[in-house]
């Protein structure tokens, strides 16, 4: 089974560009959330949507949108990049029942440098 | 909002040596995560523990959420556990959001 999928893997972007990153989660999987992981630190939540809704954001400003697709695929969407927006992005993916009997798994991340 | 705090923050190991690593955090969670981020960046999920003890080999986990800490054990340490083990605690503020705090990590060197 493929595990969740993020593309691309490594990304520059000079100082105000926009960038899209994207997120297959695990088939079967309806909730997808987005980590931003700057270098020594641990991931920051940025968004969670389930079921093609946003269900929670973390303090992250308006310039990050993510939305999340019929086929439960996910993009997160940065305009006006700063220098401090260059991190690890990491996308996780959990079946979002509610019993939350599980983990949620993570992708092998994006990191994007903004120069 | 809620803390999660690590120790130590950072291990020194002699292959074959056991460890113990501790997370803490400040307030009532519905679940807790171990995870192990490996030098690619890669989050390798390796407990899903809200409460009591789970084995995996080498590796063990005990949660005791009444006094909000959870331990990772690893026996036996190999090389290829090195790395930055990250704890994770989660809280839902509805039936489907769900997000989890980091802790800011313990960096593990299994030296050979």
């Known amino acids: 089974d493929a595990g969740v999928t993020q593309s691309p893997t490594h990304l520059i972007k000079t100082r105000g560009q926009h960038v899209t990153l994207r997120c297959s989660p695990i088939?079967?999987?309806?909730?997808v959330s987005w980590y931003q992981q700057v270098l020594g630190q641990g991931p920051q939540f940025i968004f969670q949507y389930y079921e093609k809704e946003e269900r929670g954001r973390g303090n992250f400003p308006d310039r990050f949108s993510a939305r999340q697709f019929p086929n439960y695929s996910s993009e997160l969407n940065v305009n006006a990049l700063l220098l401090g927006d260059s991190a690890l992005y990491l996308c996780?993916?959990?079946?979002?029942?509610?019993?939350?009997?599980?983990?949620?798994?993570f992708g092998s991340g994006t990191r994007l440098t903004v120069v | 909002g809620i803390q999660v705090e690590q120790s130590p923050p950072d291990l020194i190991l002699q292959e074959g040596a056991n460890s113990t690593l501790r997370c803490n955090f400040s307030?009532?969670?519905?679940?807790l995560q171990w995870f192990h981020q490996n030098p690619w960046g890669q989050l390798i999920n390796l407990f899903y523990?809200?409460?009591g003890t789970k084995q995996n080999g080498r590796l063990s986990a005990t949660t005791v959420a009444t006094e909000r800490y959870s331990l990772l054990y690893i026996s036996s340490s190999q090389t290829t556990d090195s790395g930055v083990y990250f704890c994770a605690v989660e809280r839902i503020w509805d039936n489907y959001g769900q997000n989890f705090v980091f802790g800011p990590g313990t960096r593990l060197s299994v030296l050979p």
């Open positions: 307030d009532s969670v519905n679940n």
């Open positions: 088939s079967g999987h309806k909730s």
């Open positions: 996780a993916s959990r079946p979002g029942t509610r019993l939350l009997l599980y983990g949620y798994t």
């Open positions: 523990i809200p409460s």
